[in-house]
């Protein structure tokens, strides 16, 4: 069963940095996409950035720049680190599996969802 459990949001002002973590279980990061999303009240939940079994990144355009994904597969973890933030990332950010190669990033073919890390960003 994969389960995901998230950690590492907090309060921050904006141009400050934040890493979240994401340990899993269940599963072998090394062998699915791992994906980090994130829902800010009233809004839809969004890919962020996503971690190929092979290394592979990608991040959403917008965040290009200021946002990386990494992971540790002998730990099982998931980070995301996240540098000069702006009061527009805040939302709770949630990590996902999803097994074989990433495809589409939408929240619906990934699995394991936690409770989610709250990011908040003043200004």
């Known amino acids: 069963q994969v389960q995901m459990v998230e950690s590492g949001g907090g309060s921050v002002q904006a141009g400050g940095s934040l890493r979240l973590s994401c340990e899993a279980s269940?599963?072998?990061?090394?062998?699915?996409?791992m994906g980090w999303f994130r829902q800010a009240p009233g809004k839809e939940r969004e890919a962020v950035a996503s971690?190929?079994?092979?290394?592979?990144?990608t991040v959403a355009d917008s965040l290009k720049g200021r946002f990386t994904i990494s992971k540790d597969n002998v730990k099982n973890i998931l980070y995301l680190q996240m540098n000069n933030l702006k009061p527009e990332d805040t939302a709770t950010y949630y990590c996902?599996?999803?097994?074989?190669?990433?495809?589409?990033?939408?929240?619906?073919?990934?699995?394991?969802w936690g409770q989610g890390t709250l990011v908040t960003v003043s200004a």
């Open positions: 971690i190929l079994s092979t290394g592979s990144t």
């Open positions: 269940g599963f072998q990061t090394s062998s699915y996409c």
């Open positions: 996902a599996a999803r097994p074989g190669p990433c495809g589409s990033l939408l929240p619906r073919y990934f699995a394991g």
